[in-house]
Structure formats: C-alpha cells, structure tokens
C-alpha cells in the first residue's frame, strides 16, 4: 500500500510540475499579434486535416462537400477525481471561406491521472448545423455516444461520430482516429479577441 501511495504521490508532484510550466508559458503565448494567433490555428487545422486524410483518405470529400467544418486542438489534465482542458480552433464556411476563430473548455470528473492531447475535427452537412454552431455554440453533455448513422437521415461518415443531426465528429489523439469519444463536458464558443 505503502508502494501505490508512493507512486501517486510522484506522478502527483509529474502533473503539477507540468501544469505549472503550462500556466507559466500562457503569458509568453499572449504577448503573441492576433494574426499571428489566428496563423497558429490555421497551422493547425491544416496540419490536423492533412493528418486525417492521410488515416482515412474518405474523409477529404466528406469535408469539402460539408457545409462546412470546424478542426480544434486541445488538451486535458486529470487530477485524482476533477480534470479539465481548454483548446482552440476554427471553424470554416466552404461556400464563402469566411473563418471563424473559436475556444473549447472542457470540465470532467472520474478517477483518473494524465495529460492528453487531442485534435477534434467536425463536420456540419448542412448550413444550419454550421450556423449553430458559430453562433450559438455547442455544449456536449453525457448524451454523447457513438452511433452509426445520424439516426434522422441514415447517413454516414466514415469514421466519425454522430453527435446531433448533420454534425459529424472524428476525434485524433497521437495514435490515430479514436474509436470513442471523450469530449463530454466540452463547451465550444467564439473567440473575442481573434474574431
């Protein structure tokens, strides 16, 4: 017992040492130009969607011919019974290309311990779905589950998620599309300062 109380108590004092670093270098990340915040998140959002496509090259054509979608990066850190994450992203129009620069913010609870990296990269099949999104935000609660079709229409997307009619989710963590989504608890909203 003495062993597991050790180990914990480390990897405690691992978590802490990295949220500290983290929270020391958003200062450092602030004193960044609004251009070049928004480039970060274009960087990423090309990076992320090259990377799908190259796991699964049906993905493509389901974005370009998508009213539109949006491509966040994150991360969470789990600490013993409450974890939390923030991220940031875009979400992109394909009719008029007009991008729209957003902020996710994630609240969990659950034993557990870790840090993790994500990317999410939705789909919206339809201009409301899209529209919604941008304006309203999305909040995803405990009715997320994966399902093989949207369950109104019968379609599909390969790979993804169906988490509300005409939005599609693929999930990416560093080994590839997740099976399983852990976006729970996950709020999505406009950025004010990039937008």
Do not use: C
């Not at 983290?22 to 915040?37: C, N, Q």
């Not at 034993?111 to 309203?136: P, S």
């Not at 997320?144 to 693929?170: E, N, R």
């Amino acid at each position: 017992m003495k062993g597991v109380a050790r180990h914990m108590k480390t990897k405690f004092k691992i978590l802490s040492i990295l949220l500290l670093i983290t929270f020391l270098a958003m200062p450092l990340a602030s004193a960044a130009s609004v251009e070049e915040k928004r480039q970060h998140i274009r960087d990423i959002s090309n990076e992320t969607l090259l990377k799908l496509y190259k796991i699964n090259p049906s993905a493509r054509s389901y974005v370009e011919n998508a009213s539109g979608y949006a491509v966040f990066g994150s991360w969470a850190v789990k600490l013993l019974i409450l974890g939390g994450g923030s991220g940031k992203g875009m979400a992109v129009n394909n009719e008029n290309k007009a991008e729209t620069f957003m902020q996710m913010a994630e609240l969990n609870a659950g034993l557990g311990l870790g840090i993790k990296n994500y990317k999410l990269i939705f789909i919206f099949q339809n201009q409301n779905a899209l529209d919604n999104f941008i304006n309203v935000g999305l909040e995803l609660g405990a009715q997320v589950t994966a399902a093989a079709t949207d369950s109104v229409t019968g379609d599909s997307v390969q790979g993804a998620v169906s988490i509300l009619p005409g939005v599609w989710l693929y999930q990416m963590t560093e080994s590839g599309l997740a099976l399983e989504l852990s976006v729970k608890g996950t709020k999505y909203f406009k950025d004010k300062e990039l937008n």
